[in-house]
């Protein structure tokens, strides 16, 4: 059985085109953290962390410090019973969920490289391909516009755009001018929890014949205003994804309890790979929506999501754009993209993902 022979973690740092900004807040440059796990075998997986401390408060230093301390209790163990191994990482890195994250990619990587098998296959390998939406970051209109024409030239044709952390009139005027000059786009709103029911019903209203192009709202009240949610869905008669409302299965259950929302979107970053697991599980078997997304991560982290979510299938909705958004990347492997399509069949063991020869 191959046991941890080591676990390295140091920062991951990868500078952006530019800030890349939400409602709550803006990053400049993806400060994350990166773990190398190493088996008996001679297998080496690679796994990422990707704090985003405008989301969750999360910062590198608390994810190198948290996967540092799990270190020393992880070398020795067999990572072939990696749901239980899983399973005590969560509840050891409570306080920094992308901590979990990265450590359990890591150790799952090198457990599928030393059975040569892909981390699509292992999903179950319904889907060879995924079609992305790309982000269109807060910003004024003249920015928005320039950011849809770069997207258009690109091959997308649906459109998340970062909405909250200004006034109505302002957000309106950016989701007008998006839909002029993309009138044949699919427009997802993304709030990060910024509005209050009123306003984002109240958003809907000021954009006009703009609403025909939007198809999803997500998260636009706060965490646990679950009723806001559910208000949002009914009088838009729009369908409503739960983000920061649901980071475990238990928080699913709550959703489906409330009838609060009809999507979730499972993040690895924001609950680990178990837990997202579990997450996705529960919330098909209630006939709720899916959806995949992430942080700001490089393509390791999101091959992993999108050979979960093409290896499940059945997500509607995929958020997996912000590789686009960094200027370099130390790692070759993954998906491949060709404009808004990722193929995850290309990948032959684990998540596909290396360090290039010039960083290792």
Same mark, same amino acid.
């Given at each position: 059985?191959?046991?941890?022979?080591? *676990?390295?973690?140091?920062?991951?740092?990868?500078?952006?085109?530019?800030?890349?900004?939400?409602?709550?807040?803006?990053?400049?440059?993806?400060?994350?953290?990166?773990?190398?796990?190493?088996?008996? !075998?001679?297998?080496?997986?690679?796994?990422?962390?990707?704090?985003?401390?405008? *989301?969750?408060?999360?910062?590198?230093?608390?994810?190198?410090?948290?996967?540092?301390?799990?270190?020393?209790?992880?070398?020795?163990?067999?990572?072939?019973?990696?749901?239980?191994?899983?399973?005590?990482?969560?509840?050891?890195?409570?306080? #920094?969920?992308?901590?979990? #994250?990265?450590?359990?990619?890591?150790?799952?990587?090198?457990?599928?490289?030393?059975?040569? #098998?892909?981390?699509?296959?292992?999903?179950?390998?319904?889907?060879?391909?995924?079609?992305?939406?790309?982000?269109?970051?807060?910003?004024?209109?003249?920015?928005?516009?320039?950011?849809?024409?770069?997207?258009?030239?690109?091959?997308?044709?649906?459109?998340?755009?970062?909405?909250?952390?200004?006034?109505?009139?302002?957000?309106?005027?950016?989701?007008?001018?998006?839909?002029?000059?993309?009138?044949?786009?699919? &427009? *997802?709103?993304?709030?990060?929890?910024?509005?209050?029911? !009123? !306003?984002?019903?109240?958003?809907?209203?000021?954009?006009?014949?703009?609403?025909?192009?939007?198809?999803?709202?997500?998260?636009?009240?706060?965490?646990?205003?679950?009723?806001?949610?559910?208000?949002?869905?009914?009088?838009?008669?729009?369908?409503?994804?739960? !983000?920061?409302?649901?980071?475990?299965?238990?928080?699913?259950?709550? &959703?489906?309890?409330?009838?609060?929302?009809?999507?979730?979107?499972?993040?690895?970053?924001?609950?680990?790979?178990?837990?997202?697991?579990?997450?996705?599980?529960?919330?098909?078997?209630?006939?709720?929506?899916?959806?995949?997304?992430?942080?700001?991560?490089?393509?390791?982290?999101?091959?992993?999501?999108? #050979?979960?979510?093409?290896?499940?299938?059945?997500?509607?909705?995929?958020?997996?754009?912000?590789?686009?958004?960094?200027?370099?990347?130390?790692?070759?492997?993954?998906?491949?993209?060709?404009?808004?399509?990722?193929?995850?069949?290309?990948?032959?063991?684990?998540?596909?993902?290396?360090?290039?020869?010039?960083?290792?």
């Amino acid at each position: 059985m191959p046991t941890i022979t080591s *676990v390295a973690v140091e920062p991951l740092c990868i500078e952006l085109h530019r800030p890349f900004g939400i409602a709550s807040g803006s990053q400049a440059r993806a400060d994350n953290v990166l773990v190398r796990a190493t088996l008996d !075998d001679g297998s080496t997986g690679l796994g990422e962390a990707a704090p985003f401390p405008a *989301v969750n408060g999360e910062s590198q230093a608390l994810a190198l410090s948290t996967i540092a301390q799990l270190i020393p209790d992880l070398v020795g163990r067999q990572v072939s019973r990696w749901r239980p191994l899983f399973g005590e990482i969560q509840e050891r890195t409570a306080a #920094c969920a992308s901590a979990a #994250c990265a450590l359990q990619s890591a150790l799952f990587d090198a457990w599928l490289r030393s059975h040569r #098998c892909s981390m699509w296959s292992f999903f179950g390998g319904t889907e060879s391909e995924l079609v992305s939406d790309i982000t269109i970051p807060t910003g004024d209109a003249a920015e928005a516009v320039s950011s849809t024409r770069q997207a258009l030239a690109m091959g997308f044709d649906v459109l998340k755009v970062k909405v909250g952390g200004t006034s109505l009139d302002r957000d309106a005027e950016r989701l007008i001018a998006i839909a002029a000059t993309a009138p044949d786009a699919d &427009l *997802v709103l993304d709030a990060n929890g910024a509005y209050s029911a !009123d !306003d984002a019903l109240g958003l809907l209203r000021l954009i006009g014949r703009t609403r025909e192009q939007v198809r999803l709202f997500e998260q636009p009240t706060a965490a646990e205003d679950l009723d806001g949610l559910r208000r949002v869905m009914v009088e838009a008669k729009l369908d409503v994804a739960a !983000d920061e409302s649901v980071r475990t299965a238990a928080d699913v259950a709550r &959703l489906v309890e409330r009838r609060a929302a009809s999507a979730v979107n499972i993040k690895i970053m924001k609950s680990g790979l178990t837990e997202s697991i579990d997450m996705t599980t529960l919330a098909r078997r209630h006939g709720l929506k899916l959806m995949i997304g992430g942080m700001v991560e490089s393509q390791l982290a999101m091959s992993i999501s999108a #050979c979960m979510a093409a290896g499940a299938g059945g997500f509607s909705w995929v958020d997996l754009d912000t590789p686009l958004f960094m200027r370099s990347t130390p790692f070759v492997g993954g998906f491949a993209r060709r404009g808004n399509a990722l193929s995850v069949d290309v990948i032959d063991v684990g998540h596909g993902v290396t360090l290039a020869p010039l960083s290792r």
